[in-house]
């Protein structure tokens, strides 16, 4: 089994910063990214990042949002700039892996607000 452990989310005011972090268990993973999720949506890409470096962005986070991994921890991390409320939303770690599929971890609350 593969486990994800999300950690960084919370609460910032508009054109603040977050970090996350998600470290997994076991092998190191093909690719690995963020999903979001806010009330009534879909859950759609933010960001991955394959074990070579390669980064996709979803248009609305480019430019704002920066994706990193670090293959010798296992970790996932992605810089959150200039916050919209619009960023509000349950950030999920994924990872996929063509021998595993896909694995999500627990989720955590990012809060964009006044």
């Known amino acids: 089994q593969v486990q994800l452990v999300e950690s960084g989310g919370g609460l910032v005011q508009p054109g603040g910063s977050l970090r996350l972090s998600c470290a997994a268990s076991g092998r190191i993973f093909n690719r690995m990214g963020w999903y979001r999720q806010a009330p009534g949506k879909q859950r759609e890409l933010v960001a991955t990042?394959?074990?070579?470096?390669?980064?996709n962005y979803a248009d609305s986070v480019k430019g704002r949002f920066t994706i990193s991994r670090d293959n010798a921890k296992n970790t996932v991390y992605l810089q959150m700039n200039s916050l919209k409320p619009e960023d509000t939303a349950v950030y999920y770690c994924?990872?996929?892996?063509?021998?595993?599929?896909?694995?999500w971890g627990q989720g955590t609350q990012v809060a964009v607000s006044s």
């Open positions: 994924n990872i996929y892996d063509s021998g595993l599929g896909n694995y």
């Open positions: 990042i394959t074990s070579g470096g390669s980064t």
